[in-house]
């Protein structure tokens, strides 16, 4: 039996989720995601694949399925990004699952399912899908439903037959099928948040005309069979760019409800191995003004939409370097502009993935059994984006938290007024006047004693030592100039301590053969109003 306090707080969690669900349907508000009350409601999704050969999620056969959502829930996600095929309602809808499985020759796979969860293994693959959407809903967490692929295979490649309208398996009028099909399907399901119109469009038939031509039949389908739902639409180039929404804006009527989305990999753009060939500040500052460009600018404007970075991520056991480079710049993008997201992906291998069985999945943020973590730091790294930190319904002032990507922790104050990093749901609240960084409620500043020394709270704000600056390219240091007329910035004192610092600073200036790591001195003012 559970003791009372850890019965109390399970209670306040049932609790917290449930009233999250009845402030369900999700609608927009300029560029963010609302309920019905008008609070924000911050997407922080993870992928869970089902539009693979086996047309069926991922881990069934390692983890029972109520296990798999609560692995998912425990570790802070709020919505499951949940891919489908195409074929898998319009051609194999009356399929069983042990059919589909016996198909491919994976006997053993369904062996598992039989084992973890048995009343899946005689389902229809349709009505297995409906069964991990249902258990998402029971343990309170939402569903974007994502039309991944037409054919059921491993996504994506330019010349694949999926890519685009036309394609020799992507026939734009089956595809409106399916979305039909599976938009009914969700309509009594509160939980289904969000339907996605389709991952990735690629390959050289890519056009704006028919984009539009058919992106407007897609999401007016969804809207006419399911008006509850957000509609999810996706850009060119393996949904990297929607810039060319500038000169002709999608033009459909579906009210509060359409959302755009986003993909970035650490290759996005270039290759995965420049960030540990070229200079990791101007990389970063090239990213994030790339995304800004190519889709970040929808979240401004006259007539401003919401953004979702629907898929991004690493190879979660191969943290190296070129990993952690991507990574903490991607987790000061999403912070920076509190960007809604979706991390690819749960699933820590496929039953089979082309013609392979038993693929591992690096990205998997879980190993096969669901429950071991490639990245133990997951947790600590992504904790704060996966805070709401800005809401339109607040009325509380605007503040900063200083945040450190690398370590994923953020700037506290501690009992000596020195600065340390610390864990970010109780982190120090800053203003910044000038080129002053002060306590909030407090009056004092952050000041600069020297290099290699520690960082402390004065109230003796009026020099050179208190004048903080962003500096590089990036944005993403903090510094200030001494009595040598040398730039210090802000820095981890080691891997292994929380004591925050002034250090020469680290490839702040353009030079292309500064390939020196600059995230230990990474700090960002990130804007905060809850």
């Known amino acids: 039996m559970m003791g009372k306090p850890v019965c109390l707080i399970f209670l306040l969690a049932l609790s917290l989720f449930a009233s999250h669900l009845n402030s369900l349907p999700l609608s927009t508000n300029k560029r963010w995601i609302v309920d019905e009350s008008g609070k924000r409601v911050k997407l922080h999704c993870l992928n869970w694949s089902s539009h693979l050969n086996a047309t069926v999620a991922e881990g069934l056969d390692s983890i029972s399925l109520p296990d798999i959502v609560a692995e998912m829930k425990d570790l802070g996600f709020n919505c499951v990004r949940f891919t489908w095929a195409t074929h898998m309602f319009t051609r194999y809808a009356n ?13 053993g796979v369904r062996l598992g399912i039989r084992d973890y969860t048995p009343s899946i293994e005689n389902m229809t693959l349709v009505d297995a899908f409906d069964a991990v959407v249902d258990e998402v809903g029971k343990q309170g967490m939402m569903v974007v439903a994502d039309n991944h692929v037409s054919e059921p295979k491993w996504c994506c490649e330019d010349r694949d037959g999926n890519g685009f309208f036309g394609d020799e398996h992507f026939n734009p009028e089956e595809w409106l099928q399916g979305l039909s099909m599976v938009a009914k399907r969700v309509k009594g399901k509160p939980q289904v948040v969000a339907m996605s119109l389709r991952n990735e469009l690629r390959g050289p038939r890519q056009n704006i005309s028919e984009w539009h031509k058919y992106i407007s039949q897609g999401v007016t389908t969804v809207h006419k069979e399911n008006p509850n739902v957000l509609v999810f639409v996706s850009g060119f180039n393996y949904d990297t760019d929607l810039s060319f929404l500038k000169k002709r804006p999608l033009e459909v009527n579906v009210g509060n409800k359409l959302v755009y989305e986003v993909h970035s990999y650490s290759w996005s753009g270039s290759s995965s191995d420049d960030w540990i060939k070229k200079p990791v500040n101007q990389l970063c500052a090239r990213i994030m003004n790339g995304l800004k460009d190519r889709a970040g600018f929808l979240m401004n404007g006259p007539n401003p939409a919401p953004l979702v970075m629907s898929e991004f991520g690493i190879a979660m056991e191969k943290t190296d370097e070129k990993n952690n480079r991507f990574l903490s710049c991607m987790l000061a993008y999403l912070a920076g502009v509190d960007l809604d997201w979706a991390l690819w992906a749960a699933q820590g ?88 960084i002060k306590l909030v409620g407090d009056g004092t500043c952050i000041k600069a004693i020297g290099d290699g020394s520690p960082i402390s709270l004065s109230k003796d704000c009026n020099n050179k030592q208190s004048s903080w600056k962003t500096l590089s390219t990036s944005n993403l240091h903090l510094g200030i100039i001494d009595g040598h007329d040398q730039n210090l910035c802000l820095e981890r004192e080691s891997p292994i301590s929380s004591k925050i610092v002034t250090k020469r600073c680290i490839c702040i200036d353009d030079n292309p053969s500064c390939l020196d790591s600059p995230q230990s001195q990474w700090f960002q003012l990130v804007t905060t109003n809850v």
């Open 349 to 436: 291998g496929y039953y089979i993935r082309e013609k392979e069985q038993v693929v591992d999945e690096s990205f998997g943020i879980w190993r096969f059994d669901f429950r071991t973590l490639r990245y133990p730091k997951f947790p600590q790294r992504f904790q704060l984006v996966q805070k709401k930190l800005l809401d339109p319904s607040s009325n509380v002032s605007k503040s900063y938290i200083i945040y450190h990507p690398l370590s994923g922790q953020c700037v506290n104050v501690n009992k000596n007024h020195e600065l340390e990093l610390g864990n970010c749901g109780g982190q120090s609240r800053w203003s910044q006047e000038g080129q002053q």
């Open 95 to 107: 399929n069983s699952v042990g059919e589909m499985l016996d198909s491919k020759g994976l006997r």
